[in-house]
């Protein structure tokens, strides 16, 4: 279950830099990434900010390009996609999750999780029977009529959660899921993420700054200045307790099981 | 998508969404409203003229509608085919009756060759003797003002007032129909004397012997008239005294065409506010799979909707505010018009234009919002915060306009035209100059809002800049009401300057036709 190597590859990236910018506003957030995620394998991503997290998600998630280096996604390689291509990228095989929950106010909770079904031209009564089972899947399956405003935080990055994965995608991408939740909530996500990966198979890369929700992963990545600096493989997860006990230096939370 | 979507997304900014839709129902409405009025307008003066003209089968009038000598009246009996030839004189002119003030249209006729002509029925009283001090009066329009057979009947004109009195009363007729009946019907050569027209008159009636000869006796009157006269068929001289209508109907075209632009510049101001605000939906939208395409349809279909409720709307605001109209251009021109009398054309136009001019201001912001990367919207960064890029073509596209309405004046002030394309240029020319200045603006307002902010910065205090950098940072936004503002004032000067400039005009025509020999 946690190693990359007896598993199809589900991305791999090589030499992979990003520039922003040129001359005096020159920003390389990415300086040379070689990585490689096994389908099912739920990698986190951690490194202080600014150190190319979220650059490296988008790079993945085909909503930018890299300046050099390869990019590839279910074996394809995105720099030979054209815009309209990545699109259909982002449509069919991505799903994203972000911080900042991103729901349409204006759309009711099963609305929003069916939304990429409609922007693929599914039929509406084909679309919610799939975005139910994805409320269904986040536990959010009774409140189907409900806008975002009227839910908590939490319930709302369930929604999205639900979102992503409504048109079942190959990757889920995750850019600090937990960054405007409490514990509790955020540990309700962290599990629910836990859970998509062990029982549907789901892969998943996750950037994060809390060290409990990269203890629920297979594989913590370590960025710093654009380079990957560590990678730690970490036992198979049994409990909570067990992850953190297993990690060195960090403090133990306060709300452990 | 669902069309619910967008309805919903309307509904989320009810303010803004009414402002839009008023933009867009004013547009349509003003368009829709002129259109009628202008359209019944004319087609009022040419019923009045065919019914004023009874038998006669053509008339002789003078170019821009003024006077002519009425030693032609022999030249044209004489001539083959013409039965009879009847002069006929028209003047604004105020009656006093026993109720006030009464604002009437004298005809002068010569009692013996009108019989010829039309056939004025009695209900009371006896016919006009030639020479006569007397009148006749539409039967209707004297009992409702109070007045009967025998009466004095003061009336004053630019020339001054006669006494003269009421002979008999017309049952309603040829005579009656023209300007609602508020007419004074006397002899030609009385109101010739009592008014001072010396041998000026208005109009020659031709009752031919034979109707079906008529084009070849108006080849053969035309080419026997001076310059500056014209033979044609009665309704034909609605043409005539368009030089009246000419500039009201100008202005009414002008402001027509303005209020479309306005109307489009307001959905275009409130438009890019809801892109900014949305940027990020926006970008979650491509995130999500969402085509550059399906954005921009998406955001025009909101654009659509609210230009179909407004044409909704618009249509009947529209058919309403035509009587209105109706009512002010008959006071204006002091003519009698009835309920609007709209072709299919004016509501095929509206109803095609409300939706246009909302898609069409929404365009190029949408299409340039679906070919946004959604990256630019979703990172944190992407605040509304970033300074709006001024781009150089709006300069160069402003300028060419201002330079081409620069043009049209030269030719206009040159004459070098016939009044007839005139009238088509100058609501064109209205609507370069307007979209011109508003694509200027931006370049004109920048400048002048710095020299504004380092005039005042001293005393502005720390929001006043606040508020300056945000307008200056808010480039197109700003230029756009700045823009709104500029039409709004255009318009009401205009619009008042026109109204001003055609009651001179109707002055100008008065003088020229009754008063100058
Ligand atoms: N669109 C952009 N334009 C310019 N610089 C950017 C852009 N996006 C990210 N950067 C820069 O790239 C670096 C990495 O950013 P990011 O990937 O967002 O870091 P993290 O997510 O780890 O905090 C930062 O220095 C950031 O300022
Ligand atoms: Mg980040």
Redesign the interface.
């Known amino acids: 279950m946690t190693t990359t190597g007896t598993r199809t590859t589900a991305i791999a990236l090589h030499g992979v830099h990003k520039v922003f910018g040129e001359s005096s506003t020159r920003v390389e957030a990415l300086a040379g990434i070689d990585l490689d995620v096994g389908a099912g394998e739920f990698v986190a991503i951690m490194g202080p900010s600014g150190s190319g997290k979220s650059t490296l998600l988008h790079l993945i998630g085909g909503l930018d390009v890299a300046t050099s280096g390869t990019v590839a996604v279910g074996g394809e390689d995105l720099a030979s996609l054209n815009d309209d291509q990545l699109t259909m990228l982002r449509r069919r095989k991505i799903g994203f999750v972000f911080q900042a929950y991103n729901l349409v106010s204006v759309l009711t909770a099963i609305e929003n999780v069916a939304l990429p079904l409609i922007i693929d031209g599914i039929a509406e009564s084909r679309a919610n029977e799939r975005a139910g089972r994805a409320l269904d899947l986040v536990g959010l399956g009774s409140r189907p009529d409900h806008r975002p405003g009227e839910m908590s935080g939490g319930e709302q990055q369930r929604i999205a959660i639900a979102r992503s994965l409504v048109a079942e995608p190959v990757l889920l991408l995750a850019d600090e899921p937990t960054g405007n939740l409490d514990s509790v909530t955020g540990d309700q996500t962290m599990r629910l993420l836990r859970r998509l990966v062990d029982e549907e198979g789901q892969t998943v890369i996750m950037v994060t700054h809390d060290a409990r929700d990269a203890a629920m992963a297979d594989r913590i990545v370590r960025l710093r200045d654009g380079r990957i600096v560590e990678e730690q493989t970490l036992p198979p997860v049994k409990s909570g307790a067990d992850v953190l006990a297993s990690l060195e230096g960090l403090d133990a939370p306060e709300d452990a099981p | 998508?669902?069309w619910s979507?967008s309805l919903?997304?309307l509904?989320?900014r009810p303010l803004r969404s009414g402002l839009t839709l008023t933009g867009i129902t004013i547009g349509v409405a003003a368009m829709l409203s002129i259109a009628i009025t202008i359209e019944t307008t004319r087609r009022a003066y040419g019923d009045m003229y065919t019914t004023l003209a009874g038998r006669a089968a053509l008339e002789v009038v003078a170019i821009g509608d003024g006077g002519f000598d009425a030693a032609l009246v022999d030249q044209l009996s004489g001539t083959d085919g013409v039965a009879v030839a009847a002069p006929v004189v028209q003047m604004p002119a105020v009656m006093i009756g026993p109720k006030g003030r009464l604002v009437v249209m004298v005809i002068g006729i010569d009692p013996e060759r009108d019989t010829a002509v039309r056939d004025l029925k009695l209900r009371a009283g006896k016919a006009l003797a030639p020479g006569g001090a007397v009148v006749l009066l539409d039967a209707a329009f004297a009992a409702a003002n109070g007045i009967g057979v025998g009466d004095d009947a003061p009336v004053i004109t630019r020339t001054g007032g006669v006494r003269l009195t009421v002979c008999g009363l017309m049952e309603p007729g040829p005579i009656s129909a023209f300007n609602a009946g508020a007419v004074v019907v006397m002899p030609l050569s009385t109101a010739k004397k009592r008014f001072g027209l010396g041998d000026q008159i208005n109009s020659v009636q031709l009752v031919l012997e034979d109707d079906d000869r008529a084009n070849a006796i108006r080849q053969a009157v035309q080419t026997s008239l001076p310059d500056g006269l014209s033979v044609r068929p009665p309704a034909a001289r609605a043409d005539l005294v368009r030089d009246t209508l000419l500039s009201t109907e100008q202005a009414l075209q002008s402001f027509s065409i303005m209020s479309l632009v306005a109307g489009a510049f307001i959905i275009l101001n409130t438009f890019l506010m809801n892109l900014a605000e949305r940027r990020?939906?926006l970008a979650?939208?491509?995130?999500?799979?969402?085509?550059?395409k399906?954005v921009q349809w998406w955001l025009l279909r909101e654009a659509l909707l609210l230009g179909l409720t407004g044409t909704a709307i618009g249509i009947p605001l529209g058919w309403l505010m035509s009587f209105g109209m109706l009512g002010s251009m008959q006071t204006l021109m002091g003519v009698k018009l009835s309920a609007p009398v709209p072709g299919v054309m004016p509501f095929v136009a509206a109803a095609i234009l409300g939706p246009v001019m909302a898609l069409a201001a929404t365009w190029v912001p949408a299409r340039r919002a679906g070919r946004e990367?959604?990256?630019n919207g979703?990172?944190?960064a992407a605040g509304t915060d970033a300074i709006e890029s001024v781009r150089r073509w709006p300069l160069v596209v402003g300028v060419i306009c201002i330079t081409l309405m620069a043009g049209i004046c030269v030719i206009l002030v040159g004459e070098h035209l016939p009044q007839r394309s005139n009238e088509k240029i100058l609501p064109a020319g209205m609507a370069l100059l307007m979209i011109g200045g508003i694509l200027v603006m931006p370049y004109l307002l920048m400048p002048v809002l710095r020299m504004v902010v380092w005039g005042l910065g001293p005393f502005m205090g720390f929001e006043g800049r606040m508020a300056a950098r945000h307008l200056d940072r808010r480039r197109v936004r700003t230029a756009l009401t700045a823009g709104v503002l500029f039409v709004a004032i255009v318009i009401s000067i205009g619009f008042g300057n026109q109204i001003r400039s055609n009651l001179r005009d109707m002055d100008t025509w008065y003088e020229r036709t009754f008063v100058g020999d």
């Open positions: 998508m669902k979507y919903r997304e509904r989320r990020r939906q979650l939208i491509r995130a999500l799979g969402g085509t550059g399906q990367p959604p990256l979703l990172t944190a």
